[in-house]
């Protein structure tokens, strides 16, 4: 299997084929690796949970049935988007990890027909770079293949067989580190101080519809300039920080970066921040079950503490979606001895018709591996807090 050794990034849509269905269907799309892409000494590549993209189906959002089946395009079975066999200097030849899958042209809760999917998504090739460059502790001599990751998109018409679109870079991908050497890299900049960086990876793109006229709402389709947001995990070269940046496109397919809008600044992600969920807040009317998005954006992001090591998801506020403010600990860690005891992150969010958010997560144990799980948001003694739903996912 394809996600043998670790799973991670869920990203969830659920669909009514019309406003008065209650039986929706929900889709997961995840990454995974295999014990065998993990063992394989002929490699060295960076220990993620990255490898190959897999799909999963489910009728309450709780219980998932994996694709064991997969698109008959890829490299192996039970895979959606797998390595990239078609040129060996891709960006996505060695291992490929999700970013998240828009469906432009629906609504968050109802399935639009002849839409097309969108999936970011970042991988690495073999090319080789100084472990150093990442760990200043590392040995000089040590290296790792696949680090050095680039983001791109794939399209799709049924969210199950995709087609990589290719992007500028000669890689194949449309987002690239931005390296000041480089001439072709400040054509994708739309700033002066843009810090060097090491990856680009963990795309999570939003579609800010605020910007639109009145007859392009009614066509569901966003069409005004930069209506597409593209927050990234990356490294910076010269203070070695992990941060999250932006980047802004009229189409989805081109970008312009617009620099950091998250730095590491607070005690539980003073080691670094990554892997975000981006979405406006929205106001619920239990008479219609329907949600009104409203001026504020909200993040979740995964954020890691120097003290003991772990990952947590916190979260931030900001009016523009550019400038952020953060409001510490949304999810922390579970119990010791629980399968989320090691660390949390990766976090997406979903609404139901009910009014209720769900949130689901990558959570690791305290053996390293790793699962998906889910929590509910909920409100006690005046105050929203996200409650686990279920310990973990049941994939069967």
Excluded at 74 to 92: K, R, T, Y
């Amino acid at each position: 299997m394809f996600d043998s050794y670790k799973i991670g990034n869920a990203r969830v849509h659920r669909y009514a084929r019309d406003t008065t269905d209650s039986d929706a269907e929900y889709v997961m799309w995840y990454h995974g690796r295999s014990i065998e892409m993990q063992q394989d000494k002929e490699t060295r590549l960076p220990p993620l949970s990255t490898g190959r993209i897999g799909r999963a189906t489910s009728r309450n959002g709780l219980i998932w049935e994996k694709d064991t089946v997969g698109s008959v395009s890829e490299d192996i079975p039970g895979v959606s988007l797998g390595l990239n066999q078609d040129a060996w200097w891709s960006f996505d030849v060695a291992h490929c990890g999700l970013g998240n899958v828009l469906l432009p042209m629906s609504t968050p809760a109802v399935l639009a027909e002849g839409g097309v999917y969108l999936m970011y998504y970042h991988g690495g090739n073999f090319e080789e770079t100084p472990l150093a460059e990442y760990m200043p502790s590392a040995s000089t001599d040590a290296v790792v293949q696949g680090m050095k990751m680039r983001i791109g998109v794939a399209v799709s018409q049924d969210g199950v067989t995709w087609g990589r679109v290719e992007g500028d870079d000669p890689t194949g991908a449309m987002v690239v580190p931005f390296d000041k050497k480089d001439p072709n890299s400040w054509e994708n900049v739309a700033v002066s101080d843009m810090p060097e960086e090491l990856y680009c990876a963990w795309p999570e793109v939003a579609v800010d519809l605020r910007k639109d006229t009145e007859d392009d709402k009614k066509d569901d389709e966003p069409k005004s300039q930069d209506s597409f947001l593209m927050y990234y995990s990356t490294m910076l070269k010269d203070t070695k920080e992990k941060c999250i940046a932006y980047a802004t496109s009229a189409d989805g397919f081109r970008w312009k970066k617009q620099g950091i809008c998250l730095r590491p600044s607070d005690p539980e992600d003073q080691a670094g921040c990554a892997r975000c969920c981006v979405f406006q807040d929205a106001s619920y009317d239990a008479a219609t079950s329907t949600w009104t998005p409203e001026s504020e954006w909200k993040m979740l992001y995964e954020g890691v503490s120097p003290n003991d090591g772990k990952h947590r998801i916190l979260w931030a506020v900001s009016q523009d979606a550019k400038t952020w403010s953060k409001k510490g600990i949304a999810l922390d860690v579970g119990a010791d001895g629980t399968w989320d005891c090691g660390g949390v992150g990766s976090p997406h969010i979903i609404r139901m018709d009910d009014g209720t958010e769900r949130m689901y997560y990558t959570g690791q144990g305290a053996d390293g591996s790793t699962s998906i799980g889910v929590a509910k948001l909920s409100t006690e003694n005046g105050k929203q807090m996200w409650i686990r739903e279920q310990a973990s996912f049941s994939f069967s």
